[in-house]
């Protein structure tokens, strides 16, 4: 991300700042293939700790629970915790993880767009 030069007041400098320094923090976080794909899964409703590993191939518990951590504290998953024995934990996106999934789907859909493009391209470079 490149800052860009705005000239005004130290307040609104240091605003702008936060931001730019926020959105790395947030993007470095969130672009890992187990959160992007944790963001989808979840894009299909409210789900169990164990549906959410079920809709992930490959992921391991303990990556599985290291990103819904992260993704509860960037407010982008909502953890709800029921008050049963064992206790049912629920995870389900909040409006700005649904708005990232939507980002996610039109990043997809421009990579089916330009395939040929890509493929193109990469078979130039390497030979």
């Not at 992930?56 to 990103?67: C, D, F």
Request: charged share 30%.
């Amino acid at each position: 991300m490149v800052t860009k030069q705005f000239r005004g007041s130290p307040e609104e400098q240091a605003d702008l700042t936060r931001a730019d320094s926020l959105a790395r923090e947030i993007f470095s976080d969130v672009a890992n293939k187990w959160a992007l794909l944790i963001i989808d899964v979840l894009g299909e409703g409210t789900l169990r700790f164990g549906e959410v590993r079920n809709g992930i191939e490959g992921i391991s518990h303990k990556m599985l629970t290291q990103n819904l951590r992260m993704l509860e504290r960037n407010g982008l998953v909502e953890r709800c915790v029921h008050p049963t024995v064992p206790p049912r934990v629920e995870y389900t996106l909040t409006e700005s993880g649904r708005a990232l999934r939507e980002t996610v789907h039109r990043m997809c859909d421009w990579t089916h767009q330009y395939l040929g493009h890509i493929e193109a391209a990469r078979r130039r470079f390497d030979t």
